[in-house]
């Protein structure tokens, strides 16, 4: 065999080897063709089995999240029960008896047809009330019969009176005003001296003595300062508009001398003030709230927001206003409020909370905070926010019904019970079922919560009929501050704030019993100092309401 032979043969042979090896491999694909079937089959039961698997980690998931919304449920009825009053802490459907006996949000049928009849008798009550009032027409009062008349006589012209016969004649009163009238009082002290010079006596001339003057070596009567501090706090006339408008009268006042006479007469009212303050905080009632006031702060050069805390007495019916700094913060509170025992109605400012567990206190909240919480939610969830609110409408009917009645305090209390209680008692199980169904962080989400959170704050006002369903009476007091702030605008230092703390207290006791602002003030100034050096009188005598109290009896007196 030659060589070309050779390697021919051996070029037939490696592609004969690598034909076989070719159909090996293909053989070997064909087999796994022939299994192809059951390979699907198998691959198909697994991703149906991941499927399943998917399926019931979403359910384990979603059981998961519901477990966990009742565990926060039972958290907070737990640290309710933990850190509130044992007695207190959630409405029983008892009004008499006032424990926590919660284990489910179903209503029964007893408080549903409780809660039914309750919301009826009131919409009665108030359908006969609108009926009434409808037909009762508004009056003009007359012009007060203490105002002097002067008469302006009209008769008829181109008549001979002669030849008539007069009858009674008509009267129309119209009422006129004239400007304020300055005047000078001239204090004339007369002077004497002994005829007989020869008789030893130490004194031998005799003056008058000079009356106390509310401010000593000034020319400002009682009078010019009373009103120079009412138009500032009650009429809202900062102290420079009060020069221009004397500049217009022809008086001219530095603003130093004005500032100054300001600053004595709260020197004067201060131990007063004070005195105010030690018989509100000795009452078993108040209401707290809080106003702000811009205080300029001469270190950053410009206003900052303080604070005023109002402390009213519901019962005597008095008000202060303290300043602490400008401060809100808690340690205020903690000072202002460490001897104080009885109820105490607040808003849900989380500082009121420490007085949940302190003996002798009971904090009672405000249905007026929380209707306010509604009724800015009603642009995002007007259904459930319409429903919040007609419920806190019957608890105000109730009250209503109880003032036109004019009912005892034992007979507001048992009306209470009788209607308001089932309403509350349906009205706190909406809130917690409604609750995991909207926004946490929306308006209606606030809502619910902050009503939820403080309720049995908010329901405490049943058992007592002197209670108040809110501390409205409270929120008029600061409302002068409010409108004062937007015209005298700052306080230009933390003293300047403390002044006008004293004066917002005076003039609001003086609101509250119903004492002319200029009346009262006229008088203190003419008698405080009677008071500068006898310590057996009691300033709490020149206060408003004991003022209207000397009055009346001066009064029925002379009749």
């Known amino acids: 065999m030659t060589v070309d032979e050779e390697?021919?043969?051996?070029?037939?042979?490696?592609?004969?080897?690598?034909?076989?090896?070719?159909?090996?491999?293909?053989?070997?694909?064909?087999?796994?063709?022939?299994?192809?079937?059951?390979?699907?089959?198998?691959?198909?039961?697994?991703?149906?089995?991941?499927?399943?698997?998917?399926?019931?980690?979403?359910?384990?998931?979603?059981?998961?999240?519901?477990?966990?919304?009742?565990?926060?449920?039972?958290v907070e009825m737990l640290q309710r029960r933990i850190w509130g009053k044992s007695s207190e802490r959630y409405i029983n459907e008892d009004p008499l008896q006032r424990k926590l006996d919660f284990e489910g949000l179903e209503l029964l049928p007893e408080e549903k047809e409780l809660a039914t009849s309750a919301k009826e008798e009131i919409e009665k009550y108030k359908t006969i009330r609108v009926i009434e009032k409808q037909k009762s027409h508004p009056v003009r009062k007359p012009l007060p019969e203490s105002l002097p008349r002067e008469e302006c006589h009209i008769y008829p012209e181109h008549i001979n009176l002669e030849n008539w016969t007069e009858l009674e004649p008509?009267?129309?009163?119209?009422?006129?005003?004239?400007?304020?009238?300055?005047?000078?009082?001239r204090i004339i002290r007369h002077k004497y001296v002994l005829k007989d010079k020869s008789q030893d006596v130490e004194k031998q001339i005799i003056t008058a003595v000079m009356p106390v003057l509310p401010i000593a070596k000034s020319y400002a009567g009682a009078t010019l300062l009373a009103d120079i501090i009412i138009d500032k706090y009650v009429?809202?006339?900062?102290?420079?508009?009060?020069?221009?408008?004397?500049?217009?009268?022809?008086?001219?006042?530095?603003?130093?001398?004005?500032?100054?006479?300001?600053?004595?007469?709260?020197?004067?009212?201060?131990?007063?003030?004070?005195?105010?303050?030690?018989?509100?905080?000795?009452?078993?009632?108040?209401?707290?709230?809080?106003?702000?006031?811009?205080?300029?702060?001469?270190?950053?050069?410009?206003?900052?927001?303080?604070?005023?805390?109002?402390?009213?007495?519901?019962?005597?019916?008095?008000?202060?206003?303290?300043?602490?700094?400008?401060?809100?913060?808690?340690?205020v509170a903690l000072q202002l409020f460490k001897d104080f025992q009885g109820v105490i109605q607040t808003d849900g400012y989380a500082v009121y909370d420490i007085y949940e567990n302190k003996k002798g206190v009971l904090p009672i909240g405000c249905w007026a905070h929380a209707r306010r919480k509604f009724e800015e939610a009603l642009a995002e969830d007007k259904a459930r926010a319409s429903y919040a609110l007609e419920q806190i409408g019957l608890l105000y009917d109730v009250e209503r019904q109880a003032d036109q009645e004019q009912l005892s305090y034992?007979?507001?209390?048992?009306?209470?019970?009788?209607?308001?209680?089932?309403?509350?008692?349906?009205?706190?199980?909406?809130?917690?079922?409604?609750?995991?169904?909207v926004l946490r962080k929306g308006r209606i989400g606030k809502a619910i919560r902050y009503t939820y959170n403080i309720y049995h704050k908010l329901t405490r006002y049943h058992l007592d009929g002197r209670l108040k369903i809110d501390n409205n009476l409270g929120e008029n007091a600061i409302r002068p501050i409010a409108l004062g702030r937007k015209n005298w605008l700052f306080c230009g230092n933390d003293d300047a704030a403390e002044n006008a703390a004293i004066m917002y207290s005076m003039f609001g006791c003086c609101k509250a019993s119903e004492v002319n602002f200029r009346d009262w003030l006229v008088y203190?100034?003419?008698?405080?100092?009677?008071?500068?050096?006898?310590?057996?009188?009691?300033?709490?005598?020149?206060?408003?309401?004991?003022?209207?109290?000397?009055?009346?009896?001066?009064?029925?007196?002379?009749?």
Not at 525 to 542: G, Q
Request: hydrophobic fraction near 35%; proline fraction near 3%; include cysteine.
């Open 235 to 331: 009429n809202h006339l900062p102290f420079y508009r009060q020069i221009q408008m004397f500049k217009q009268q022809g008086i001219s006042i530095a603003p130093a001398t004005i500032n100054g006479w300001f600053q004595n007469v709260a020197d004067l009212m201060r131990p007063t003030f004070y005195r105010l303050k030690e018989l509100i905080l000795g009452s078993d009632y108040i209401q707290s709230d809080e106003t702000t006031v811009p205080i300029i702060n001469n270190e950053k050069h410009q206003t900052v927001k303080g604070y005023l805390w109002m402390v009213r007495a519901v019962m005597p019916d008095l008000v202060f206003f303290h300043y602490d700094h400008g401060s809100r913060a808690q340690k």
């Open 170 to 185: 008509e009267i129309t009163e119209v009422l006129e005003r004239e400007s304020a009238r300055w005047y000078v009082r």
């Open 7 to 74: 390697v021919f043969l051996q070029q037939i042979l490696e592609d004969r080897d690598q034909l076989y090896r070719e159909t090996s491999r293909l053989k070997s694909h064909l087999v796994s063709f022939e299994n192809f079937g059951t390979e699907r089959a198998t691959y198909q039961q697994q991703i149906t089995e991941k499927d399943r698997t998917i399926i019931a980690k979403d359910r384990t998931i979603n059981q998961l999240d519901e477990t966990i919304n009742k565990l926060k449920q039972q």
């Open 524 to 559: 203190f100034l003419n008698n405080i100092h009677n008071y500068d050096n006898d310590y057996s009188k009691d300033l709490a005598e020149l206060l408003p309401h004991n003022f209207k109290l000397q009055n009346q009896n001066c009064n029925s007196s002379v009749s």
């Open 410 to 437: 034992e007979e507001r209390a048992d009306l209470r019970s009788r209607l308001s209680y089932p309403i509350m008692v349906v009205f706190e199980k909406w809130l917690l079922n409604e609750y995991p169904k």
